[in-house]
Every structure is written in structure tokens, then in C-alpha cells.
């Protein structure tokens, strides 16, 4: 009998080894005959939730999230309920806990949620010299959310940038979300956005305007301990106006007028595929129309045609993998796929912090392009100073930038010409960069980058040097 319990207690790991987690194997009572021997399984099934809520969110809203990710009857997965603990920890200031206690029936399992309640409001404020330099590198940023105003997992997010060096760039962002009332963790949005810019070149007075307006729906498709992937929908216009300086008008007022129609679809995610190894991967795809509603606009599209149809394919894919001790190896690499020549506005940019981090923002300004990154971190912790904060860290990174790309994806101008002498751009830098950091209170980054590659042919500023913050 005690080799008969063994082997029903082996096929019980057997089947919580692939994740049903309350399976069980048991040998009812029997006569055994003709050496038939009977085995009784009992999977485990989903009895109804049981929600203990304190959160602001509402009630109706975790039951239907539950209800719809571990439904009453079906089998217990170790899939369902991770997914159910994971997307009720994404709503908006909720902390979520989720346990197992036993069901009102035989054989059930009662999914145990405690919902209380997290962070309803936030906020943040931020300085970098990261700015345009004809609109000024110095930029304050300052931005805040609440969550769960109207019960529904909503968060109302509100962000503001100021280029203060000159005052010359104001950009305000509104984002209002929710979750739909389906029970699937499907999120729907509305933004807004708002950017003034003025500068000054060779004493002539430039400014310009833009509103942009969008709805988007994201989907979690993929939730569990190890992944993480999404899918999200964009739908939204964009208005735009520049106005130039009177010596450029010629049979028209010098004001450009553009309007985007702009969708797209992504998928974005990241796996923990290798132990002590994250990564990270994004694919978009975008199609629209730019329609040039004044004819100084017109004028300027000129040679390159870049007015109409256009699509771009964006895509992203990263791996931070931890080596030895405090050491981590990062690579990455980022790019774009154009269908014809893009309106400024769809452009891929090569240069600035956040690309090939030796060239000034707006350098390497391309149709089709790739920045493929290599950095090698150390992790150090500090001690937990009052002006460091409760968990500070040190990170310290040697890093190189290579970007590649082509300013027109159709270098010729229709007259048996080129739109331009150098179509094909060669960016490269490398530097070392320190961040000092509490997580959730605050990040100091400070970044010297070296310029190891050509010389940007349209930079306005081409030093060998950059210096971020």
C-alpha cells in the first residue's frame, strides 16, 4: 500500500508541476481485479472569488476582473491566478494580494483577493539640459496623476515641460484611462497635447504651434511571472503650425499648416528569459496621411514629396544581462522602416540622450535608420544617509552608440538630382555615465559622451563633446 501511495503522490507533483496547482491523485477504495488498478483525480476547481476591498477602486470592478480570469468551475492554472494577481496589482493605486483557501464545495478553491489601497495621488519634478538649443537646453518638467476618481481603475495624468533657459518651448500633455467593462484588464484612453516653440537664427524670429489629440485601447495579452506583453491601438491627429520670418514669403503668407492623420498598432513586452537576464522588445506600426493645408507648406515639401500616404515600421529590442557581482552587460537596438520620404514629424532621430548620446538633439534626422547601443553597469549600494535616501544606489556604466540611416528614403529630387549631398549618415559615441538614485523618490544621471563618428552634415552645433544631465 505504501508503493501505492507513492506513485499516486508522483502523479499529484506530476500535475502540479505543470500547473495545476491543486491536483490531487488519491486511490478511492477498491478491489482490485484482473490487476486493474484505479486512480481518482481530482483537478481542483474554481469556486467563486471572495474580495476583501479597502481600495478606492471599486468592488464591481475586481469582481468582474476575477470572475473573468479564474471563472467559477474551471480547473485551478497556476496561469490564471497569476494573471489575475498581476492585472489587479496594474490598477491604478490598488495594492493586490491574492491567496487560496478552501471552496464551499468539495474539491474547490476559493481565490482569497485583498485589495487595499495604494498611492491616489503623485507627482514628480524634473531638470535636464536636454533641450533644443535653438529653444533652450535647460527644461523643467513637472507632472502628476490621481488614480481611481471615479472608482473604475481611471488615472487622470497631467504633464508640463518648459524650456526655462529661454522660455522659448512649452509642451502640456493631458491622459485620462480606465478599464472596460469587460473583465479582460483591456485599458481605454484619451490624450491631449499642447507645444508653443519660439527661437531666433540669424537674427530672424521663428514660432510655431501644435495639437495633437488621440484615443488608444491596450490589451494585456501576456501576464505571468516571467512575461510581460501587450497590445495596444492608436487612433489621432495632428495639427501643426510654423510660422517663419517674411523674407521667406514669396507668392504665399510664410506660414506652414500641416494635419496628421495618424494610426497604429504595437506590441510590446518584456521576458525574463535567461537567469539573472531581462528582455525587453517593441514593434510598431504606423500608417497616416500628412495633408499640407497652406501652400507655403507645399512649397517646402517641394522635391521630396514627403506630403500624402506614408507608413513607418518602428521596432526596439533590448537585454540587460547580469554577469558577476555588481557587473551587468546591456545591449540594444532601435529602428525605423519608411515607405517613401516622412514629413518631419515622422522622422527617426539618431542623436540626443536617448540614441546615440554624442550628438546634439535633432542631429541624424532620417527616414530609415538603426542606433544599436552596448553599455557594461556596475550596482553599488550607499549607505542610507538622510540626503540619500532610505535605499540609495549608485550605478557607473561605460557605454558605445553606433547609428546608421538615410536622411530621404528616395534621394532623388524628380530632376535627375539628389535631395541631398550625404543621404547616408554614420553617428557614433562612446562615454561613460553615473546615476545616483532612491527608487520611487528620485534618479540623478550625469552622462560625457565622445564623438567617434562623422560629423552630422545639417548639425547646427557639431562639437565632439556632450555633456547631459
Do not use: C
Amino acid at each position: 500500500f505504501a508503493g501505492l501511495e507513492a506513485m499516486a503522490q508522483k502523479i499529484t507533483a506530476m500535475y502540479r508541476h505543470h500547473g495545476l496547482l491543486v491536483a490531487r491523485a488519491v486511490l478511492p477504495p477498491q478491489t482490485m481485479k484482473d490487476g486493474v488498478l484505479t486512480i481518482r483525480i481530482i483537478p481542483g476547481r474554481y469556486d467563486s472569488a471572495h474580495i476583501s476591498n479597502t481600495s478606492s477602486v471599486s468592488t464591481t470592478v475586481a469582481q468582474r476582473l476575477a470572475g473573468t480570469t479564474t471563472p467559477q468551475g474551471d480547473m485551478v492554472t497556476r496561469k490564471q491566478l497569476e494573471r489575475e494577481a498581476l492585472l489587479l496589482g496594474e490598477i491604478p493605486g490598488v495594492n493586490a494580494q491574492v491567496a487560496m483557501k478552501s471552496g464551499s464545495q468539495p474539491g474547490t478553491t476559493t481565490p482569497d483577493i485583498t485589495l487595499t489601497q495604494g498611492k491616489q495621488f503623485g507627482g514628480y519634478v524634473g531638470l535636464d539640459n536636454q533641450g533644443d538649443p535653438t529653444t533652450g537646453r535647460s527644461r523643467v518638467m513637472l507632472g502628476g496623476y490621481a488614480n481611481n476618481l471615479l472608482g473604475m481603475g481611471d488615472q487622470l495624468r497631467v504633464d508640463l515641460l518648459d524650456a526655462y533657459e529661454k522660455s522659448d518651448l512649452f509642451n502640456g500633455s493631458l491622459d485620462y484611462s480606465l478599464l472596460a467593462g469587460g473583465g479582460y484588464g483591456t485599458r481605454v484612453g484619451v490624450n491631449y497635447s499642447h507645444l508653443n516653440y519660439h527661437y531666433n537664427l540669424s537674427g530672424l524670429g521663428f514660432n510655431g504651434y501644435s495639437d495633437n489629440w488621440g484615443l488608444y485601447v491596450t490589451q494585456p495579452w501576456i501576464r505571468t511571472s516571467r512575461a510581460r506583453v501587450d497590445v495596444r491601438l492608436n487612433a489621432g491627429q495632428q495639427f501643426l503650425t510654423d510660422k517663419y520670418p517674411d523674407v521667406f514669403a514669396s507668392n504665399s503668407s510664410p506660414r506652414g499648416r500641416k494635419q496628421v492623420n495618424i494610426g497604429s498598432a504595437a506590441i510590446t513586452g518584456s521576458v525574463a528569459d535567461l537567469p539573472g537576464g531581462l528582455t525587453g522588445f517593441g514593434l510598431v506600426g504606423t500608417t497616416g496621411n500628412v495633408g499640407l493645408r497652406s501652400e507655403f507648406s507645399r512649397d517646402i515639401s517641394g522635391d521630396a514629396n514627403s506630403g500624402g500616404q506614408f507608413a513607418r515600421f518602428n521596432y526596439q529590442i533590448n537585454h540587460d544581462q547580469q554577469v558577476w557581482g555588481p557587473f551587468s552587460f546591456y545591449a540594444g537596438v532601435n529602428g525605423q522602416l519608411a515607405n517613401n520620404n516622412l514629413d518631419a514629424s515622422q522622422k527617426f532621430l539618431m542623436g540626443g540622450p536617448s540614441a546615440v548620446r554624442a550628438y546634439d538633439i535633432g542631429d541624424g534626422s532620417v527616414d530609415e535608420g538603426v542606433v544599436g547601443t552596448a553599455e557594461v553597469r556596475s550596482h553599488w549600494s550607499l549607505p542610507a544617509l538622510a540626503w540619500l535616501g532610505n535605499d540609495p544606489s549608485l550605478t557607473l556604466a561605460t557605454f558605445y552608440d553606433q547609428g546608421w540611416g538615410e536622411q530621404w528614403r528616395n534621394n532623388d529630387n524628380g530632376r535627375g538630382g539628389r535631395l541631398a549631398d550625404s543621404n547616408n549618415l554614420n553617428l557614433a559615441g562612446a562615454g561613460l555615465y553615473a546615476t545616483v538614485a532612491d527608487a520611487g523618490n528620485y534618479a540623478l544621471t550625469m552622462t560625457w559622451a565622445h564623438r567617434t563618428g562623422n560629423a552630422d552634415p545639417n548639425a547646427v552645433h557639431d562639437d565632439n563633446d556632450r555633456f547631459w544631465v
